[in-house]
């Protein structure tokens, strides 16, 4: 036995092992140490008391003690060796290399995988949570906490009433735009160059119907003083032109989210490429994604399906072609 500074260590070799443990381990130390040195002066209780625990936690920690030495007074991990509710690494492995594929956010490859698993008849679920986290654990996605907002939302009220056009760029190249405010429908073309009537053409491609208003920001293609605009507006637009206000971006929020989406996507699939066949090809695959296979919970629907009342029930099948993901996941059930 050897006491420093006042305190008893059963080996000399202790005492340089507790000055790395937590304080709580130090105290359950000296406790412990005092009752095996004592030959029964000091009780089991009392020792007990000492550091707040009761006579048979107390007695559990010096067994462990006796026979783990120093690490058995640590606390013990109340997780079970085993969790038989724990995602099985083939079904992560699928998770993870369809994300890789696609770049989908967690409830889209949730919907996907799901789907790809109920074709084989399995028994196995995913849910959103789920799947953010495998993704979180592989090193995916960063985790992190997010203030929640409260937001008021606003949708005209039926489709064609109002539709937003907007120009973006995916690495230099131009895309146009457009969306239908009240089911979210997309549409979107790549452009050769942003002239007005480039621009127009492309409008008139993306959306062959009559609708009542348009919105779009104060760009140079969308001008009040745009000859261009005023006359597609006067052939197409059965009500007005509608013009966002100056350093407000929210107004056009549902479409900004849509080319998110579209160019997080484009870059997944491209990165840098400037191939303009590839660039048309996914885009095309993106769209018919977004408006029949993602489900958008503002609106509890999808978008085709809010838009015309229909959506292409073959769009999961369509999808994994066009990605050629056949290995991964399953188009026909395996009978």
Not at 54 to 67: P, V
């Amino acid at each position: 036995m050897y006491i420093i500074r006042g305190e008893l260590y059963l080996e000399k070799s202790h005492i340089k092992f507790l000055k790395k443990e937590p304080e709580y381990v130090k105290q359950r130390y000296h406790s412990v140490a005092t009752v095996l040195s004592s030959n029964g002066n000091v009780t089991r209780q009392k020792a007990a008391q000492t550091i707040g625990m009761s006579k048979r936690q107390f007695q559990r920690i010096t067994k462990r003690f006796q026979k783990e030495g120093i690490p058995g007074l640590r606390h013990k991990s109340k997780s079970p060796h085993q969790s038989p509710n724990q995602t099985p690494t083939w079904l992560e492995d699928i998770i993870v290399k369809v994300r890789e594929e696609t770049g989908f956010s967690s409830l889209n490859l949730c919907q996907i995988v799901n789907i790809s698993l109920e074709k084989q008849s399995r028994t196995e679920w995913v849910s959103p949570r789920t799947v953010s986290r495998i993704l979180v654990r592989r090193g995916i996605l960063e985790s992190e906490k997010r203030a929640k907002k409260d937001w008021k939302r606003f949708e005209w009220g039926r489709s064609n009433q109002l539709v937003q056009a907007d120009l973006t760029k995916f690495n230099g190249i131009p895309l146009l735009t457009m969306e239908d405010d009240y089911s979210r429908k997309g549409w979107a073309v790549r452009l050769t160059n942003q002239k007005d009537k480039t621009v127009i053409r492309g409008m008139k491609k993306l959306l062959k119907v009559r609708y009542d208003n348009l919105l779009t920001d104060n760009g140079s293609q969308f001008s009040r003083r745009n000859k261009v605009i005023r006359e597609y507006c006067e052939k197409y637009i059965n009500e007005k032109h509608i013009w966002t206000g100056v350093h407000h971006p929210q107004t056009m929020g549902k479409l900004s989210a849509f080319q998110k989406g579209l160019k997080r996507f484009l870059h997944h699939k491209l990165g840098a490429s400037r191939h303009i066949h590839e660039i048309d090809y996914y885009i095309d695959v993106y769209v018919h994604w977004y408006n029949n296979g993602k489900y958008h919970s503002a609106i509890a629907t999808y978008p085709e399906e809010r838009y015309s009342g229909q959506r292409d029930i073959e769009w999961y099948n369509q999808l994994v072609k066009s990605l050629k993901l056949e290995d991964i996941l399953v188009i026909k059930s395996q009978g």
